[in-house]
């Protein structure tokens, strides 16, 4: 069964269970809910809650646990004679689950029978030549055991779902009769139910953690992986970027100096040109502009952090690259042969990040004390002077909380990278040459044809891993500058 019409039966169950417990525990009190302990309500949701609750709480462990059991079963058909040298068995149970995806596509479209998908004993090369014929040529790597093993995989996937369909909904039937049963004019509904709310709340409070935990897990595996097939050495301090999309990828140069090259060479031009045009305009908005024309400008200003980065992309690739050709490389004879370059895209990388320079800038400038201000003017200090020499050193550490907030921004940016940098891999000073960033290859390595767990596509992770510490290392830092600024205000 699938998950969806099972969560949708959960739902169903746990909306009759409201109904009914409520219902029985007015006829408890004789229909008077003056006798009741809580409010009818209290007594419905006590029942939904142990429907939802138990039944969801397993179909997730259930939904991570099977994987794992299923895999680790399927590991143990895979003989040694099929792990080839420089690979891993790993990477045959991945050819094990392309090959049961063929099976499944077959069956779904009528190509084969589920017996004949099932059958262990069916003829190999007859198998495959089905397979073949309809189109779904499972892969490349395919041998007999990877065919049995994947034959197996789609018996216990089948299995174990629908042994979770019925697990789960005896759960949720079972949770239904107890709430029921609990459903008693003195039965404590409202205080049973508040605390399974006050759960509720600190389980949403502690998804961001558990995801951040999945995700820097999930990174980390994957890219322990990539590190057996491939040398660290070779990846953290090789010049050159030349993937392979052929066999594994074991001619592949996978260095990514050059790829971090690009990276912060465009995120310097974004800043170069988003940084003072956006701290001018802060400057501008929280000391010289009038309340009128701030309740229009700054509104006007951040619609640009509002706008989709592909839009931005789309921009650099038929508007600004274009120009600055027709500028810098006019009839093909100048410094900027093609529109797309590290200058295309750090500039209009520099206007989308604008509005976060500028509103965080706002905000730390206002949040300096009057009493500076006048204090500065009582003096004799003018207006620009006073901007120079007080307000701006006051809010120099939250300005650059708020650039190093900006950094990180630039260097996670993927859509105005892919259409306005282009895609060339390359050490070069000229900031009208071409260049990619770590993002850019993320996607690329993982959208090609390469076999998703070879080299080529596994490198994505370990760009990802080196990614997230630079942005992680970046935000810790920010954020430590603007605490310490916002306690010498508070």
Do not use: C
Not at 134 to 154: C, D, F, K, N
Not at 372 to 379: A, H, N, P
Not at 458 to 486: D, E, P, Q, W
């Amino acid at each position: 069964m699938p998950v969806v019409w099972l969560i949708l039966i959960v739902l169903a169950i746990a909306v009759v269970g409201y109904v009914l417990g409520r219902g029985r525990a007015l006829a408890s009190a004789g229909g008077e809910q003056i006798k009741l302990h809580s409010l009818p309500s209290y007594y419905g949701s006590n029942v939904a809650m142990k429907v939802v609750v138990p039944a969801f709480l397993i179909l997730v462990l259930w939904l991570l646990a099977q994987p794992l059991i299923v895999n680790n079963s399927v590991s143990g058909l895979i003989p040694d004679s099929e792990i080839a040298e420089g690979s891993s068995r790993g990477l045959v149970l991945a050819e094990v689950r392309r090959a049961a995806r063929g099976l499944d596509n077959a069956v779904a479209q009528g190509l084969i029978t589920e017996d004949f998908a099932r059958n262990a004993r069916a003829d190999f090369n007859d198998v495959t030549a089905r397979l073949k014929e309809a189109g779904q040529v499972v892969t490349s790597q395919i041998t007999q055991p990877i065919l049995r093993a994947a034959q197996e995989y789609r018996v216990l996937n089948a299995t174990g779902n629908f042994m979770m369909s019925i697990v789960v909904i005896l759960a949720a039937l079972a949770g239904a009769a107890w709430g029921l049963y609990e459903s008693r004019a003195d039965f404590r509904a409202r205080n049973t139910v508040e605390r399974g709310i006050k759960a509720l709340l600190i389980s949403a409070a502690s998804i961001a953690i558990l995801t951040t935990a999945g995700i820097v897990f999930s990174l980390v595996f994957n890219t322990v992986e990539f590190f057996r097939l491939y040398p660290a050495f070779d990846f953290f301090f090789g010049l050159t970027w030349s993937p392979t999309f052929s066999g594994r990828g074991g001619n592949s140069q996978l260095g990514i100096i050059p790829l971090l090259w690009g990276t912060f060479y465009i995120s310097f031009v974004a800043l170069a040109v988003a940084v003072p045009i956006g701290l001018f305009a802060a400057v501008y908005l929280s000391e010289y502009a009038g309340p009128k024309v701030r309740a229009v400008a700054k509104p006007l200003l951040e619609i640009l952090a509002g706008i989709p980065t592909i839009v931005y992309g789309l921009f650099a690739l038929l508007t600004v690259g274009p120009l600055l050709v027709s500028v810098f490389g006019p009839d093909g004879a100048g410094i900027m042969q093609s529109g797309t370059a590290v200058m295309t895209a750090g500039l209009v990388m520099g206007i989308m990040l604008i509005p976060f320079v500028s509103s965080l800038s706002d905000d730390i400038i206002n949040a300096v004390p009057q009493a500076m201000r006048d204090g500065s003017y009582g003096l004799g200090a003018t207006k620009s002077e006073t901007v120079k020499q007080v307000i701006l050193p006051a809010a120099l550490p939250g300005i650059v909380g708020a650039i190093l907030l900006a950094a990180s921004r630039a260097i996670g940016e993927t859509m105005i990278v892919v259409l306005g940098a282009g895609a060339a891999a390359r050490l070069s000073l000229n900031p009208f040459d071409a260049m990619t960033t770590v993002t850019a290859k993320i996607v690329s390595q993982l959208t090609g044809d390469a076999d998703f767990a070879s080299p080529v596509a596994l490198v994505a992770f370990a760009l990802g891993m080196t990614l997230f510490v630079v942005t992680l290392g970046l935000n810790i830092v920010a954020l430590y500058i603007v605490r310490k600024y916002r306690e010498q205000y508070d």
